[in-house]
């Protein structure tokens, strides 16, 4: 056992990547696996825009979901409490 961080292979939009960090390597599959969905869909959407400006989008993308996300469970806590 070489007791360093374990290592992630995957590939994303078509370019193979090695994530090390402490993270479970499935964890970060399934991360890689999510960017390429989003990468492939926009890139569907817009076939002309270079493998830079579908990363920035799919990026963009995805924080506008996770803000969303956050502000929804933000609203739930609130409203639990409300209830307490």
């Known amino acids: 056992m070489s007791g360093g961080k ?9 370019e193979p990547h090695v994530v090390v960090g402490s993270a479970d390597p ?6 890689a696996s999510t960017v390429d969905r989003k ?3 926009i890139s569907q959407r817009n076939p002309r825009l270079s493998t830079y400006k579908v990363a920035v989008l799919a990026a963009l993308n995805l924080a506008d979901e996770l803000t969303k996300l956050k ?3 933000q609203t739930l806590v609130k409203l639990l409490d409300e209830d307490r």
């Open 71 to 73: 502000e929804e469970h």
């Open 6 to 14: 374990p290592k992630a292979y995957v590939t994303i939009f078509g």
């Open 39 to 41: 990468m492939r869909l």
């Open 26 to 31: 499935g964890h970060i599959e399934g991360l």
